[in-house]
């Protein structure tokens, strides 16, 4: 992961575990109605309940609270749901919450997005730290469209809830664009979230030597946008041994100052002690890679607005890409007389 900024963004550096959480939470819904499924989060985890009733979590020790939460199948809304206070996960443990007598019903509020003709949308909420519910469809209607919260009841006065967006839709050259805006709030509100329509960033170019990497050129639209970014993703996976390589670079908008043409090129990181050749991506493999633009306000919870496009896509020269290279000689399946994979000398 390579990261451009200003002093003025700040660093900060963690060390991060990549160890997997070592407990097991099982929650046991009982008496769930019909054309209802269930969606249960703690910190750390959300899950949906299979044809049991149940569904396991899997959790660090510590402190959580358990969130249960009911959604149609007929039209995807959550209705009810059942806050769990906080309590001590120290080993695996076992919940039962019975759906039909806990819990209350959520609170509705309006809410405004514009939409494109084109593409498909959802919304998650979160309390805190704590998923209530993700990607439940919006209407194409936008008067239709509302949210759902904690019921005051359920409230608590440390309580924040996070409204996210997402829409997705298909481009031309199989790219897929993903756009997400959210806002976050303590008081229940009508809400308005504004979603960014494009991001004009083309397809990614490759550098063979010393190694294979990227170059990104692309119009800077974030000068002056203080707090904002852009991040780039390319990857690929060796099909022998299905070992993944990956390089990841974020440029604040701080960094960028007032270019307006980026090129921007992935740097050879060969000099630096440590590196070996085969952590480079992998040459005639397929590339995944993703552009993102991220813009956020300088508020820190309640008032928080958040908003973020994607482009994801595939490049590179890889059997299968439509595109006869050497050493092929044949590239399946739209060239007469190749069969299911590439010919080569």
């Keep these: 992961m390579i990261v451009h900024q200003t002093t003025g963004n700040g660093l900060e550096i963690r060390r991060r575990s990549c160890s997997l959480p070592s407990l097991q939470l099982k929650v046991i819904a009982q008496n769930i109605p019909a054309e209802t499924r269930v969606h249960v989060a703690a910190r750390g985890g959300n ?62 509020h309006p809410l405004s997005v514009a939409l494109q003709p084109d593409e498909f949308a959802s919304i998650s909420t979160d309390t805190g730290d704590y998923s209530l519910f993700v990607n439940v469809p919006l209407a194409d209607d936008d008067a239709a469209n509302a949210f759902q919260i904690l019921p005051m009841s359920l409230r ?14 298909t481009l031309p050259g199989d790219i897929v664009f993903l756009t997400r805006g959210s806002r976050t709030s303590k008081t229940p ?42 991040f780039f993703n390319a990857s690929n996976t060796r099909s022998s041994d299905a070992v993944f390589h990956g390089m990841a670079v974020t440029l604040s908008s701080e960094w960028l100052g007032d270019a307006q043409a980026v090129d921007y090129i992935a740097p050879d990181l060969s000099s630096i002690p440590g590196y070996a050749d085969n952590f480079a991506l992998f040459p005639r493999s397929r590339i995944s890679w993703s552009v993102a633009r991220t813009e956020q306000n300088a ?6 607005v958040f908003k973020q496009g994607t482009l994801f896509g595939s490049t590179g020269e890889y059997c299968g890409n439509n595109i006869i290279e050497p050493p092929e000689t044949c590239e399946p399946p739209n060239i007469l007389g190749c069969n299911a994979t590439c010919t080569r000398p």
């Design 47 to 108: 899950n949906t309940t299979g044809p049991d009733g149940s569904a396991v979590l899997l959790l660090d020790p510590g402190a959580t609270e358990l969130f249960v939460t009911l959604l149609s199948t007929v039209n995807g809304r959550p209705y009810k749901t059942i806050r769990v206070p906080a309590f001590e996960i120290v080993d695996n443990r076992e919940i039962t919450v019975d759906v039909a007598s806990q819990g209350a019903a959520l609170e509705s």
């Design 156 to 169: 608590r006065a440390t309580d924040l809830f996070n409204v996210s967006v997402s829409a997705t839709s």
């Design 189 to 230: 509100q009508t809400l308005t979230i504004d979603l960014l329509n494009f991001v004009s960033t083309p397809p990614p170019t490759l550098l063979a030597a010393p190694h294979l990497r990227p170059t990104y050129s692309f119009a800077n639209d974030l000068r002056g946008v203080s707090g904002s970014s852009y």
């Design 299 to 304: 508020v820190t919870g309640d008032g928080n």
